[in-house]
């Protein structure tokens, strides 16, 4: 997946068509959310967090899959969900680099994507060589996801601050006799939750952020559409689930 700077003369006769399936996005097992997509995002997805090995710090995430390197919601041509992150949305754009000051509008673009023509398409630079409108668009609305972003990272970052991050406990068993204890995955323990102070209350709420750990927690539950989805394709059955948030 090569990713380059966006610039004027590397990508001149560059166009970019409409986005036509979900194939790139069969790669992905999970992708970062923004705070603004939680509500959406558990009506289909399990929300989780996980941690960051050398920072220490943790991220918001929908989980595609359980296991693998694929998403599961990737069935029969079609991806499986009313809502799509906008993480997926944004391909085959990224934000290059802060100090990447040859990027136009900040962007990088991977350039083996389909979705990128030189003759079909809207194009990304004018024959003055500066960014379309189509580009502009582009560069405003993965700014807009980048500061999404962080306020997600504000609210994973107040979870761990009032000691509510909790390890995820996953045993997955298959039809064959296989099982796997899935490691990395955190959520928010109910009890540490139940157990804060008013003042911790107050603080999370005016926050935006208390509403936020309550949707998420009852994400949980959507384990078991991914459990259904694997079932839907793979020749060996997922057979049993079991989780718990080790509070």
């Known amino acids: 997946m090569p990713v380059f700077t966006l610039n004027a003369t590397r990508h001149a006769k560059a166009r970019l068509r409409p986005q036509a399936d979900m194939a790139h996005a069969e790669r992905q097992n999970h992708a970062r959310l923004g705070l603004s997509e939680v509500d959406l995002a558990a009506a ?3 929300l989780f967090l996980m941690k960051h090995a050398q920072t220490g710090r943790f991220t918001l995430c929908a989980l595609f899959a359980l ?5 599961w919601y990737m069935l029969g041509g079609g991806w499986q969900a009313t809502y ?14 802060p100090d990447d000051t040859d990027a136009v509008l900040g962007l990088a673009v991977e350039e083996s994507s389909p979705r990128l023509h030189d003759r079909e398409g809207v194009p ?11 580009t502009a668009r582009v560069a405003d609305h993965l700014s807009r996801h980048r500061a999404d972003l962080d306020d997600a990272a504000g609210f994973t970052a107040a979870l761990a601050a009032e ?4 390890p995820l406990a996953l045993r997955l068993r298959f039809a064959d006799g296989r099982e796997n204890q899935v490691e990395g995955l955190y959520g928010i323990g109910a009890e540490a939750l139940s ?11 005016r926050a935006g952020h208390l509403r936020a750990a309550h949707v998420m927690m009852a994400s949980a539950q959507q384990l078991y559409r991914l459990q259904q989805l694997h079932n839907a394709a793979a020749s060996v059955a997922l057979t049993d689930l079991a989780f718990v948030i080790r509070d």
């Open 44 to 46: 289909d997805y399990p």
């Open 67 to 71: 296991e693998g390197d694929r998403s």
């Open 124 to 134: 990304l630079f004018g024959t003055d060589g500066q960014p379309t409108e189509a």
């Open 195 to 205: 157990g804060l102070c008013d003042e911790a209350v107050i603080r999370l709420h």
């Open 163 to 166: 000691g509510l991050v909790r």
């Open 84 to 97: 799509l992150p906008e993480a997926l949305l944004r391909h085959p754009f990224f934000l290059a680099p």
